[in-house]
């Protein structure tokens, strides 16, 4: 398999270092990644100002190309001019940190999966719950390899993203893997506040409250248990649901509305 890798967490980071090492073995990869951290900076991308790529040699590891940008920037320019295949899966990760509720939608790991996924390749997010460089990583990866592998055999449509989340008891527990919506409700809302020593008011956002849970299962609650979460993400942000109801409420009793597309008849 040819496998495009990137992250968020840079070029030098463990996570990456350890998806190439246990990829290298049998697949024919390609690392394209942020020259330093870009954690949290969602699907920003880079338009103002170049994009420079130069290789970066990561220990005795693998040598990879690190970009000046953002995450994002690295997939896309990597699919557009670097990669010298045409990728069967795009990975992102190893994110040294969980990604799940609303964190989905500010996770850097995350949206370079679906830089892949808008180009219209399979893609997934990978993520170990982790606070430091000590986790086992390799361990995480060897859990969620064999569903990536089954979902890409059997299920995973081109221009979607897998977002695989791995919390620290299943790397040494028994676990399942549950496919999940993530969760929607609000979470770190809260700011701890105080003085900088030039007497500037500061607030400083925490990870509290986490999401309140719902009656169904949601990737925060499967984490939280110990279990391997799974959502499938796409790139469209559109609410299908609501299109016919916005419609018939704005198109109402309005002269102006668009009509139906008519059929060409012959």
Same mark, same amino acid.
């Given at each position: 398999m040819k496998i495009l890798i990137s992250n968020d967490d840079g070029i030098s980071a463990i996570g990456i270092r350890a998806l190439v090492k246990f990829f290298r073995k049998e697949h024919e990869i390609f690392v394209v990644a942020p020259d330093n951290e870009r954690s949290g900076v969602s699907q920003s991308i880079t338009y103002?100002?170049?994009?420079?790529?130069?290789?970066?040699?990561?220990?005795?590891?693998?040598? %990879?190309? %690190?970009?000046? %940008?953002?995450?994002?920037?690295?997939?896309?320019?990597?699919?557009?001019?670097?990669?010298?295949?045409?990728?069967?899966?795009?990975?992102?990760?190893?994110?040294?940190?969980?990604?799940?509720?609303?964190?989905?939608?500010?996770?850097?790991?995350?949206?370079?999966?679906?830089?892949?996924?808008?180009?219209?390749?399979?893609?997934?997010?990978?993520?170990l719950e982790a606070n430091n460089d000590q986790a086992n990583f390799d361990r995480a990866i060897e859990l969620a390899w064999p569903i990536c592998e089954k979902l890409v055999a059997d299920g995973h449509a081109f221009g979607h993203v897998i977002n695989i989340n791995v919390p620290l008891r299943a790397l040494t527990h028994d676990h399942r893997w549950l496919v999940v919506p993530m969760n929607p409700n609000p979470m770190g809302t809260h700011f701890m506040h105080g003085n900088d020593p030039n007497g500037r008011p500061f607030y400083w956002q925490t990870n509290d409250p986490a999401p309140m849970p719902l009656a169904h299962l949601t990737d925060a609650e499967v984490v939280a248990e110990g279990d391997i979460s799974v959502t499938p993400l796409t790139h469209d942000l559109t609410l299908h649901t609501e299109i016919a109801r916005f419609q018939q409420i704005l198109y109402r009793d309005n002269p102006l509305a668009p009509r139906p597309r008519e059929h060409n008849l012959r």
């Open positions: 103002r100002r170049p994009i420079f790529a130069r290789e970066f040699q990561v220990d005795d590891d693998f040598v %990879g190309l %690190g970009v000046n %940008g953002f995450p994002a920037d690295c997939v896309k320019v990597a699919i557009s001019e670097l990669c010298p295949f045409k990728p069967d899966l795009v990975i992102s990760g190893i994110n040294n940190g969980l990604n799940v509720g609303l964190n989905v939608g500010y996770s850097g790991t995350v949206a370079a999966a679906l830089a892949g996924a808008a180009a219209g390749f399979r893609s997934v997010a990978l993520s």
